[in-house]
């Protein structure tokens, strides 16, 4: 049996299993919970250069770089922003001011007392593009730690996206799961919205280990 067809094998037994474990609740138990805490990593932080926060973790991912900002953590934030959408680039070109989110979440931060508030000049199309961009502007500001915020469920996948990226590089990575997410690892699979997010999630973690064992 070849690697390749030893590692497909495990993914389509591991599917197998997360199947199992949302269809039967005899088993939403401990393996559920196992399956649940897959998905997150929460990195030890320590003084970072900057802290940095995507669009798409939102105002849950705000508070923790908040919270790290005024626990001396990092001095300022950096956000990654996501594409305008065709909706966005129609109302700016008939000259209508709206709000993105990208906005949305800075006027955030500084609401939550984050007085330096950048925006990446590059903007984010998920997560694989984190990685194309963060590792270029981190050297062009010279910076040499950084700690990212991320909900709970995407946080490993981010993780190893991001060490992919940096590998070979000066500037060193710690990953946050934000504290107020929705998805509970412990109970993900008593909600339709969290059900999804996980087995969701669950695939696609699957998928990165398929390409990139090693990471």
């Given at each position: ?29 401990p ?13 030890p ?105 991320s ?36 109970r ?17 973690l ?10």
């Open positions: 049996m070849t690697v390749r067809w030893r590692r497909w094998s495990l993914i389509v037994l591991i599917v197998a299993l997360v199947g199992l474990v949302v269809a039967s609740r005899g088993l939403q138990g393996l559920a919970r196992a399956v649940g805490w897959v998905l997150v990593v929460d990195d932080v320590s003084r970072a250069d900057v802290i940095v926060v995507p669009v798409w973790a939102g105002a849950e991912a705000a508070i923790d770089a908040a919270d790290l900002v005024h626990n001396g953590i990092a001095g300022r934030v950096a956000v990654l922003p996501a594409l305008s959408t065709p909706a966005e680039q129609e109302l700016s070109r008939r000259g209508i001011p709206f709000q993105d989110e990208t906005a949305d979440l800075v006027e955030l931060l500084h609401g939550l007392g984050v007085s330096t508030v950048d925006v990446t000049p590059n903007p984010i199309t998920g997560t694989t593009s984190e990685g194309d961009v963060l590792p270029g502007w981190c050297e062009q500001q010279q910076i040499h730690s950084i700690v990212v915020l909900t709970p469920d995407h946080s490993r996948r981010v993780r190893r996206v991001l060490r992919r990226a940096f590998r070979g590089r000066s500037t060193t990575v710690a990953i946050r799961s934000a504290r107020f997410s929705s998805f509970d690892p412990d993900w699979w008593d909600t339709r919205d969290s059900l999804r997010t996980g087995i969701v999630e669950v695939q696609k699957l998928l990165d280990v398929a390409l990139h064992p090693l990471s």
